[in-house]
C-alpha cells in the first residue's frame, strides 16, 4: 500500500504564497511518478503538476506555469508544490497523487493515470 498525506494549505490574500508537502509512506518512493491535482467545488478535477521519478522531468498545467513550482525530495519521501502569487481562481482542494512506474522519465497528466491519492488539503485564496 501506497499512503500520501498532504498538509500546507490554508487561508491567503491574492497575490501571497503557500507551500504544499506531500510525505509517501512507501518503499522505493524514486520509483514513483508523482502529480498534485486540484478540485474546486462544482468543477472537475484539474491537472497541476507532475514530477518523474528523479524529478529531471516535470509539467505544469498552462493556468500555474510562471506562479508554481515543484520539487521532489527522495531521501525524505516527500514531494512539494510551491505557490506563488497566487490568484482566487486558485481555490481548491489540492490532492498529490503517485503512480509506480518503470520508466525514468515518465509523467502523467491525466488523474486515471495514478493509483494512489492523498486526502486532500484545502487551499483557500482570498480577494
Known amino acids: 500500500q501506497v499512503q500520501l498525506v498532504e498538509s500546507g494549505g490554508g487561508l491567503v490574500q491574492a497575490g501571497g504564497s503557500l507551500r504544499l508537502s506531500c510525505a509517501a509512506s512507501?518503499?522505493?518512493?524514486?520509483?514513483?511518478?508523482m502529480g498534485w491535482f486540484r478540485q474546486a467545488p462544482g468543477k472537475e478535477r484539474e491537472f497541476v503538476a507532475a514530477s518523474s521519478r528523479s524529478g529531471d522531468n516535470t509539467d505544469y498545467a498552462d493556468s500555474v506555469k510562471g506562479r508554481f513550482s515543484g520539487a521532489r525530495d527522495n531521501a525524505e519521501n516527500t514531494v512539494y508544490l510551491q505557490m506563488n502569487s497566487l490568484k482566487p481562481e486558485d481555490t481548491a482542494v489540492y490532492s498529490c497523487a503517485a503512480r509506480y512506474s518503470r520508466y525514468s522519465g515518465t509523467v502523467f497528466s491525466e488523474g486515471k493515470e495514478y493509483t494512489y491519492w492523498g486526502q486532500g488539503t484545502q487551499v483557500t485564496v482570498s480577494s
Open positions: 512507501v518503499f522505493a518512493f524514486s520509483n514513483y511518478v
